[in-house]
């Protein structure tokens, strides 16, 4: 299986700050990856696609980046919405695998 | 917009099976290019891919669970179903069917809310 792995854990930001978390793939991916948000007692919800497609009606302050094992989801402008757990996807290889989350609290 | 609505009973006995459905609507299951997922996430932990079927009906499994699970679609009823056989406490979980996306890029589009399952006698 392919392991993906999320730094930092966690992290606490106040609105405003720009936010980086990190996601590492055991492997190359490609670009077979995705990010997601999820709110406590909520579905997840897909942010990007592809590494860096934005989904259509997520706004433009979330981007990712990166290609092979390294990836990143930024948020330019953190603000109160925003704060939940974000998990990286990659749908490489079967069987697909998440990342263990990144939560983002208040600071 | 396609929505996804999972059902079953929150309770299952153990070493028997569960089993959950998922109701699509705002479109069909037989669309090109989508996959119909369950995914589940035990309490305070992280995401479990569990597997698929195609909109052609063709399921792919995970293997840590595969002699266990059958995931099938029912076109007619525009569902498909989960049943995961000989359960233990470490299946319960919140269990979610996604709508996967595959045409280059791969990706789960839109999700149901999410059933919890316990499994207790």
């Known amino acids: 299986d392919i392991q993906m792995t999320q730094s930092p854990s966690s992290l606490s930001a106040s609105v405003g700050d720009r936010v980086t978390i990190t996601c590492r793939a055991s492997?190359?991916?490609?670009?077979?990856l995705n990010w997601y948000q999820q709110k406590p007692g909520k579905a997840p919800k897909l942010l990007i696609y592809?590494?860096?497609s934005l989904q259509s009606g997520v706004p433009s302050r979330f981007s990712g980046s990166g290609s092979g094992t390294d990836f990143t989801l930024t948020i330019s402008s953190l603000q109160p919405e925003d704060f939940a757990t974000y998990y990286c996807?990659?749908?490489?290889?079967?069987?697909?695998?998440f990342g263990p989350g990144t939560k983002v609290d208040i600071k | 917009q396609v929505q996804l609505q999972e059902s079953g009973p929150g309770l299952v006995k153990p070493s028997e099976t569960l089993s959950l459905t998922c109701s699509v609507s705002?479109?069909?299951?037989?669309?090109?290019?989508?996959?119909w997922n369950w995914i589940r996430q035990p309490p305070g932990k992280g995401l479990e891919w569990i597997g698929y079927?195609?909109?052609?009906?063709?399921?792919n499994y995970n293997p840590s669970l595969k002699s266990r699970v059958t995931i099938s679609l029912d076109m007619s009823k525009n569902q498909f179903s989960l049943k995961l056989t000989s359960v233990t406490a470490a299946d319960t979980a919140v269990y979610y069917c996604?709508?996967?996306?595959?045409?280059?890029?791969?990706?789960?589009?839109?999700w149901g809310q999410g059933t919890l399952v316990t499994v207790s006698s």
């Open positions: 996604a709508r996967g996306i595959a045409v280059t890029e791969h990706y789960f589009h839109s």
């Open positions: 705002g479109g069909s299951v037989n669309i090109i290019d989508n996959y």
């Open positions: 079927v195609s909109y052609r009906g063709s399921p």
């Open positions: 492997q190359s991916i490609s670009s077979y």
């Open positions: 592809a590494a860096f």
């Open positions: 996807h990659q749908s490489h290889t079967t069987p697909q695998t």
